[in-house]
């Protein structure tokens, strides 16, 4: 298992005081080539999908009214994938410094690949912290593997009403995992992106 405790000297950036946005969110686009993320789904390919939870106990029915999508958790214990994890936590580390300046620590999770699929993938409105491991999420990270397909735009609930995050291939989207989100319903082809949550103490 790599190790992902990388949060241990932010660096302050000057300024920063005057961007501070806590109901904001920050994007990269082209952070990640096509050749890049082919690498990674040829990675991901080899764990197994299995249905996304939504977090309490549902029916079928009920829970694919939240959410419906199959998940593939990256257990790397051969370091594939540490370019990601750190080109990830550089990004996080700028809009961090840039938006929020929250304490952070690591990575407790590790990344998700997620497929959403054709009429109908989902994920109703949300938010990534809550309970247990989740308790330690602090910032959502969300990469756009593909852009060929309909609907399925990633919406974030910023002050008074959603915004629409880009969904161009490569793209990088990092948001305050308390921020109220939601992936519209799929309505042609098939949507993947990985997932990350960097997470650190508890609020105070």
């Not at 764990?47 to 939504?54: H, I, K, L, R, V």
């Not at 009214?65 to 550089?90: A, H, Q």
Request: glycine fraction near 6%; charge should be negative.
């Amino acid at each position: 298992m790599i190790k992902k405790q990388v949060y241990t000297d932010l660096e302050e950036i000057e300024g920063s005081d005057s961007t501070i946005n806590m109901a904001d969110y920050y994007f990269f686009r082209n952070a990640f080539t096509d050749e890049e993320i082919e690498r990674i789904k040829k990675i991901a390919i080899k764990y197994p999908a299995t249905e996304a939870a939504t977090g309490q106990e549902a029916s079928s029915k009920q829970k694919d009214s939240v959410r419906k999508s199959t998940v593939r958790w990256l257990y790397d214990d051969i370091g594939e994938l540490d370019w990601v994890y750190e080109r990830l936590f550089n990004m996080t580390n700028e809009a961090n410094d840039h938006l929020w300046n929250f304490n952070l620590s690591h990575a407790g999770e590790v990344l998700q690949y997620t497929e959403y699929p054709e009429n109908g993938g989902h994920y109703d409105w949300h938010i990534d912290c809550g309970h247990n491991m989740q308790a330690q999420r602090k910032i959502s990270i969300t990469v756009q593997l593909n852009d060929d397909y309909d609907g399925g735009e990633l919406e974030l609930w910023r002050g008074q009403s959603p915004a629409t995050a880009h969904k161009e291939k490569g793209t990088v989207v990092i948001f305050p995992s308390y921020m109220l989100h939601r992936v519209a319903p799929v309505t042609n082809g098939v949507r993947n992106s990985l997932v990350l949550w960097i997470g650190g103490d508890h609020y105070r």
